[in-house]
Every structure is written in structure tokens, then in C-alpha cells.
């Protein structure tokens, strides 16, 4: 039997029901190992593409026994079973999931970087992730999320969400 690895995983929402979007790929997560600890959600403004609703985000830690690229493939398959659909880079979408930390492990392998490589500059991950694991390192800058966060350049409007 394997050992479960403690995983944490970015969720996004801009389309539609964003809580109920988010809740409902949190209760799916859990059929890939088990959900320990979600984060609060935030509201958050987008980045990159700027021309679209605002998103909701949060951080689950899930324990799951299985590898990097079958978490991956699970949660590819949340967002398809959800009506994700991948029409614009960055663009609106009814749900986001993305692997931040595996672990301790680094991984560069078609279709998965691990950690996720823009983690570090994004406050709408480090934000919710610092809210359930601020010790947590990052396995390439050696640095805890909380540290990272403490480091990030204002900018980048990201509050705690307090409607449905």
C-alpha cells in the first residue's frame, strides 16, 4: 500500500454558482484520496487575461496515495465532468484545478509541473494556501507559503469571500 502524500490544490470559479462550483470540485476531490483541510474562499480579480468576472479561489489539502500524473488525470476529468471547457488561455471557466505542492517533490514531465511554476507570484494561491499551511515549504525556493506571501509586491486585489 502506498504512503499518502499531502497534496494541496488551487480551485478557481468565474462562471456561474462560483461557491457551489468550488464546493462541488472539493466533494469530487475526495474521490482522489481524502480532503483534510479547505481553505476559505477568496474573491479575487484576474490576472493575465483581465476582461472577465471575477473568480472565487481557494486551497484544499488532500491525502492521496496516488502519483503526480494520475491526481492529474483525475482532476482533468472534475473539470470536463463539470463543463470546463478550454476555449481561451487564462479565459472564464466554471472550474480550475491545479496541483500547487505534491509533497516535496519536484516534477517536470509532459502536461505537470510540480510546484505549480507561478505559485510563487500569485496571491490568489498563497493567500488561501498560507490560511491552512503557512509552514509548508516550497520545494525549489526553500521557502515557507507564508514567507512567499510576506515577499509577493502589492497589487492583486484578493479578499476573503463573505456571500453564498
Do not use: C
Not at 27 to 56: K, M, N
Not at 65 to 85: K, W
Amino acid at each position: 500500500m502506498e504512503v499518502p502524500v499531502t497534496t494541496y490544490i488551487s480551485l478557481g470559479s468565474n462562471i456561474g454558482d462560483r461557491s457551489a462550483n468550488l464546493r462541488e470540485a472539493i466533494e469530487r476531490l475526495g474521490g482522489l484520496g481524502q480532503v483534510v483541510a479547505a481553505s476559505s474562499l477568496y474573491e479575487t480579480e484576474p490576472v493575465e487575461f483581465t476582461e472577465q468576472p471575477w473568480f472565487l479561489n481557494g486551497v484544499v489539502e488532500l491525502e492521496t496515495e496516488l502519483a503526480p500524473s494520475e491526481l492529474l488525470e483525475g482532476m482533468l476529468r472534475i473539470e470536463q465532468q463539470m463543463g470546463r471547457e478550454r476555449q481561451q488561455k487564462n479565459g472564464p471557466r466554471k472550474i480550475d484545478l491545479d496541483i500547487v505542492l505534491f509533497g516535496d517533490e519536484i516534477v517536470k514531465a509532459p502536461g505537470v509541473t510540480i510546484p505549480h511554476p507561478a505559485m510563487h507570484q500569485r496571491r490568489f494561491v498563497l493567500e488561501p494556501l498560507a490560511e491552512i499551511a503557512p509552514e509548508a515549504k516550497h520545494p525549489v525556493y526553500r521557502k515557507t507559503i507564508r514567507e512567499l506571501l510576506e515577499g509577493l509586491p502589492p497589487g492583486q486585489s484578493v479578499k476573503k469571500f463573505t456571500g453564498q
